[in-house]
């Protein structure tokens, strides 16, 4: 069965903090890995995307890995800010128009 | 969002009763979506559209109908709602199909079935 697993559900840092979300998937076949960010009450908005031959991709403060041996990806957030504040999903490509969702990390940075 | 829009935002209604969502972009993209999302759920796909009149069904397309006239709107119907309905109801575009472009998310509608 295909499922992306997200950990942890939730997570509350210090504003200036570091922070590092996982994510892990079993789907086949594989073609792609996102995260997107959701804030509450909007839409995902994508961070990465990363196909099978890619290991990192940044954007800005956002740093996403991905071991497809292991089939597992990070999310890094570097001098975390409140405006990170949101969910955080993992998302795999798998056949044509597939994509598998994971539930999410809701992250809550406080000042 | 990326030229998306979706109406209404806020829906509340009463079982059995026809409901139907439009999603309207400027993009002038291919591909539309529907998905829905619940607690604890990931996004979950109902139906996609890969060009006007050509559409196909998602992993949870029982009790969903849609339709796309236009390239730029896409409809969602609720034919008799349920309660297991309520949640909160995102379309998306895309200029080509997922294994090579990503998606851009509408600002989603919220549905209540009472």
């Known amino acids: 069965k295909n499922q992306v697993e997200q950990s942890p559900q939730s997570l509350i840092i210090l504003e200036g903090k570091n922070c590092t979300l996982q994510?892990?998937?079993?789907?086949?076949?594989?073609?792609?890995l996102r995260w997107y960010k959701q804030d509450t009450g909007r839409g995902p908005v994508s961070l990465t995307i990363?196909?099978?031959?890619?290991n990192t991709k940044s954007n800005g403060r956002y740093t996403a890995t991905l071991d497809a041996d292991t089939k597992q990806s990070s999310l890094h957030i570097t001098a975390s800010q409140l405006s990170d504040s949101a969910s955080y999903i993992c998302?795999?490509?798998?056949?044509?128009?597939?994509?598998?969702f994971g539930a999410g990390t809701r992250l809550a940075v406080h000042p | 969002d990326a030229g998306i829009t979706q109406s209404p935002r806020h829906k509340v209604t009463e079982t059995g009763t026809p409901v139907t969502l439009r999603c309207h972009q400027t993009e002038n993209h291919r591909y539309m979506y529907w998905y829905r999302q619940d607690p604890g759920h990931g996004l979950r796909l109902i139906h996609y559209?890969?060009?006007?009149?050509?559409?196909d069904k998602g992993e949870v397309s029982d009790g969903y109908s849609v339709s796309r006239s236009k390239t730029e709107d896409f409809l969602l119907t609720l034919e008799s709602a349920t309660s297991s309905q309520t949640s909160v109801y995102f379309c998306?575009?895309?200029?080509?199909?997922?294994?090579?472009?990503?998606?851009?998310f509408g600002p989603g509608t919220r549905l209540t079935v009472l």
């Open positions: 994510c892990n998937y079993t789907v086949s076949p594989f073609s792609n």
């Open positions: 998306a575009t895309s200029g080509e199909e997922t294994r090579s472009d990503t998606q851009y």
């Open positions: 990363m196909t099978f031959s890619e």
């Open positions: 559209s890969y060009g006007v009149k050509d559409t």
């Open positions: 998302v795999v490509g798998g056949g044509y128009n597939k994509l598998i």
